[in-house]
C-alpha cells in the first residue's frame, strides 16, 4: 500500500486584497488551481485558514470558510491571529494599527465555521497554538486549551456540530 499524501496550504483568506496586504505571495485562484491539481493526483490537501485579520471582518472570516467549503480539501486548520515578538504585525499592533480580537469573537467564529464545513472534512486544528515566549497578543492565545473548551461549550449550548449548516443538518454524524 502507498503512503498516504497530504499538502498543507497556508491559505488564510479567499479575499485577494488580504492575501496581498499580509504578503502571501499567492491569490484566491492560486489556491483553487492547487487544490484542483492535488485532488487530480489523489492527494489529500489541508488548508489553514485565519480569523481575525488585519483588514477582515468575521464575516470575510465566514467567506472564506464557505468559499473553503466548495474546495475539494479534506482537512482543515483553524488559526485565531496571534501577534508574534518581533514582527511587523508587532510594531503594527503596538502603535494601535491593528486590534487582535478577542476569545469571545474568535470562539464564536471558530463554531460556526465547524457548521459550515462538510462533516467530512478534518479537523486538524481549531485554534492557534503560538511557542513559549512568542506571544505578544492576545494574552488569552497562550492557553490552547481554555479556547477549544469555550468553542465545544458554545456548540453544546447552540445544538451545532461540524456540517450542519451544509451536509449533516439533521443529526451530529459524530455522536
Known amino acids: 500500500p502507498w ?3 497530504w499538502l498543507e496550504l497556508g491559505v488564510q483568506s479567499c479575499k485577494d486584497a488580504t492575501l496581498a496586504r499580509i504578503n502571501r505571495g499567492h491569490s484566491a485562484a492560486d489556491v483553487e488551481k492547487a487544490v484542483a491539481l492535488a485532488a487530480e493526483h489523489g492527494v489529500k490537501t489541508c488548508v489553514h485558514l485565519m480569523a481575525g485579520l488585519p483588514g477582515e471582518s468575521g464575516n470575510d472570516f465566514l467567506d472564506t470558510v464557505r468559499w473553503t ?3 475539494p480539501v479534506q482537512g482543515v486548520k483553524l488559526h485565531n491571529l496571534y501577534v508574534p515578538q518581533g514582527t511587523a504585525l ?3 499592533w503596538k502603535s494601535g494599527g491593528y486590534v487582535s480580537m478577542e476569545q469571545e469573537e474568535y470562539v464564536e467564529l471558530a463554531a460556526r465555521a465547524l457548521t459550515l464545513l462538510p462533516s467530512s472534512i478534518v479537523m486538524h486544528r481549531i485554534t492557534a ?4 515566549g ?3 497578543a492576545p494574552g488569552w492565545a497562550a492557553d490552547k486549551g481554555i479556547t477549544v473548551m ?3 461549550r458554545l456548540l453544546a449550548y447552540n445544538d451545532w456540530w461540524q456540517g450542519k449548516d451544509c451536509d449533516a443538518r439533521d443529526a451530529n454524524p459524530f455522536l
Open 90 to 92: 508587532e510594531q503594527e
Open 69 to 71: 467549503a466548495s474546495l
Open 150 to 152: 469555550l468553542i465545544d
Open 3 to 5: 503512503p498516504e499524501f
Open 134 to 136: 512568542e506571544l505578544s
Open 129 to 132: 497554538d503560538p511557542a513559549p
